[in-house]
């Protein structure tokens, strides 16, 4: 089983690097090949997390991320980059946990493959 670590630092909505990110992680969530896949939002991508966003056309990177964590994806948030956005635990998707520095290190070291977006 590989172990695969996504790191996402763009904002939401700013390009589509977190789209993209987004749809890799739901492409390898659902890839017949079993690995166990990892996703830490920095920066502004923290705001993916938030909860109570929409998107008139089709599904949000909200709706994105709560389907890549039925899949069983973990996502973690960056503590420092949630606080500095006004982002507390109540703020955030159901299943979205506020991570660290030290953890994303320890994700990082796990890793088999580090994507970075």
Known sequence: MQNILLIVNASPYGNERCLSALRLTLTLASHG????????LLS???I?????QGNSNGP???DMLTE???????VHVCRTCAEA???DQTR???GV????MPELADWTLEADKVVSF
Do not use: E, W, Y
């Not at 090949?33 to 830490?40: A, E, M, N, T």
């Open 92 to 94: 955030l998707l159901p």
């Open 68 to 74: 890549a964590m039925t899949h069983g994806v973990a």
């Open 44 to 46: 502004d991508a923290v």
């Open 60 to 62: 949000s990177l909200a």
């Open 33 to 40: 090949q079993p690995s166990r896949i990892k996703l830490f």
């Open 48 to 52: 993916t997390a938030q909860n109570g």
């Open 85 to 87: 956005r006004g982002l």
């Open 97 to 100: 946990k506020i991570g660290s």
